[in-house]
T-cell receptor, first 115, second 116 residues
Framework: KQEVTQIPAALSVPEGENLVLNCSFT??????LQWFRQDPGKGLTSLLL?????REQTSGRLNASLDKSSGRSTLYIAASQPGDSATYLC??????????????FGKGTKLSVKP | KAGVTQTPRYLIKTRGQQVTLSCSPI?????VSWYQQTPGQGLQFLFE???????NKGNFPGRFSGRQFSNSRSEMNVSTLELGDSALYLC???????????????FGPGTRLTVT
């Protein structure tokens, strides 16, 4: 059974720092991995999607990497800003035992960027 | 292109009642998935519909049901509400088929259900 873990559960950094959020998954048989951002009480905003054949994706100050063999993904945020404060979630779509609309989520990392 | 919309945004119900939530996917998307988010359990998959057929179901009791219409809009229903059903219910849409998009999921703002 696929399980997704995110460490740390919470992170507080001063503005301007570069930071890395971690995501690990137990089964490397995945269709893709997606990173989301969630603001309090709101829905999820898709940040980056990495397909299983890819190693990384970049969007602005965000860079996500995927190492399927080790079951790990990282989300790198450069030059953090207070507006980056949110909960970051990673999720995978398993190749087996689920369907193409069945995301399995980690519990998230709550990021706080202090001015 | 309009995003995923969910109605209502907030709902307060009493134990034992039933509730219906609605989700309109992005135009052209044929897959709609539903998730329950609670502080304790996080985000959990409820079910997925594709072309009016349930394609997958999570580990929830039969009180949770759904359907999808020919225009891809979806509804989920919870009968005999319990206090533990209080949660943020999110729906997501995607094309539902493999391709360049890699089945990227787009989420709506959610419906906040409170059961008293």
């Amino acid at each position: 059974k696929q399980e997704v873990t995110q460490i740390p559960a919470a992170l507080s950094v001063p503005e301007g720092e570069n930071l890395v959020l971690n995501c690990s998954f137990t089964d490397s048989a995945i269709y893709n991995l997606q990173w989301f951002r969630q603001d309090p009480g709101k829905g999820l905003t898709s940040l980056l999607l990495i397909q299983s054949s890819q190693r990384e994706q970049t969007s602005g100050r965000l860079n996500a990497s995927l190492d399927k063999s080790s079951g790990r993904s990282t989300l790198y945020i450069a030059a953090s800003q207070p507006g980056d404060s949110a909960t970051y979630l990673c999720a995978v779509i398993p190749l087996y035992g689920g369907s193409q609309g069945n995301l399995i989520f980690g519990k998230g990392t709550k990021l706080s960027v202090k001015p | 292109k309009a995003g995923v919309t969910q109605t209502p945004r907030y709902l307060i119900k009493t134990r034992g009642q039933q509730v219906t939530l609605s989700c309109s996917p992005i135009s052209g998307h044929r897959s709609v998935s539903w998730y329950q988010q609670t502080p304790g359990q996080g985000l959990q998959f409820l079910f997925e519909y594709f072309s009016e057929t349930q394609r997958n179901k999570g580990n929830f009791p039969g009180r949770f049901s759904g359907r999808q219409f020919s225009n891809s809009r979806s509804e989920m229903n919870v009968s005999t509400l319990e206090l533990g059903d209080s949660a943020l219910y999110l729906c997501a849409s995607s094309t539902g088929t493999s391709g360049r998009s890699g089945l990227e999921q787009y989420f709506g703002p959610g419906t906040r259900l409170t059961v008293t």
